[in-house]
């Protein structure tokens, strides 16, 4: 099965119910805190509530992954730069946008035309199977239609992680079924913007937003793509040019 494929509503309650029954409690009980006997517990509880069914619909889609793999992740903790007092290298530093004229993507829609000639320039990194990443598409299409002095360009790669291909046809589809992302979008085929930005800023997550000012090319925030992360940062960035 398709990570394109939408939840049934049994299965996207599931999937909410696993966030808060399972993902949830323990995102700081890792390493050396880890409780072996709380966790067996979450999981034998989160099993009884749901039908088997559906869990195994979800794994097939892979949008559920194995106690076995989750327990592994989980118990070895977050990376460095979802730690308490991370900061990106990348943060308050210039960088080379070069690239994004340059580059060669494939166009899904809209374009980069005039991103020099906008105050602030908002680059996002997403993939169509991160469920976090469909939570930001309205906020992101908001900023592309309602403020002027915004650029917004975002690069998806469905295998950003890994070096699996995108399957064009099938994220045009998905966009098509959202039709919610009002603004550019562009297949990194070739990996340009993620060598170029993405990996130097070791906020190695999605969905994945830089916020710069095009006069100087500074990088003024990196993060999470929705309202609640990133619209404080802009709204600071703006009015302080």
Known sequence: MSTFEPETPGEASVLDDFRVRVWKPFQEIYEDRWDQAKWDAAVVDFNARHDPAILE????????????ALEA?????????????????LLGKRVNLDWIDQGSFISIQGNKDGWQNKKVLVLEFWASWCRPCHRVFDHLSEIALNQ????????????????????????????????????????????????????????????????????????????????EDMGEPLSKVLASL
């Open 57 to 68: 619909s979800l794994r097939a889609k892979k949008k559920l992954p194995p106690w076995d």
């Open 148 to 227: 002027p002095d915004v650029k917004v360009i975002t690069f998806n790669h469905e295998g950003i992680f890994s070096q699996a291909a995108t399957d064009i046809e099938a994220l045009k589809a998905f966009i098509k079924m959202k039709g919610n992302l009002q603004y550019p979008i562009f297949v990194d085929i070739n990996r340009i913007a993620i060598n170029a930005i993405f990996k130097p800023g070791q906020n190695l997550s999605i969905p994945l937003v830089f916020i710069i000012t095009t006069q100087d090319h500074v990088v003024h925030w990196v993060g999470n793509a929705d309202a």
């Open 73 to 89: 992740q989980i118990k070895k903790g977050p990376p460095p730069f979802l730690r308490p007092g991370w900061v990106s290298p």
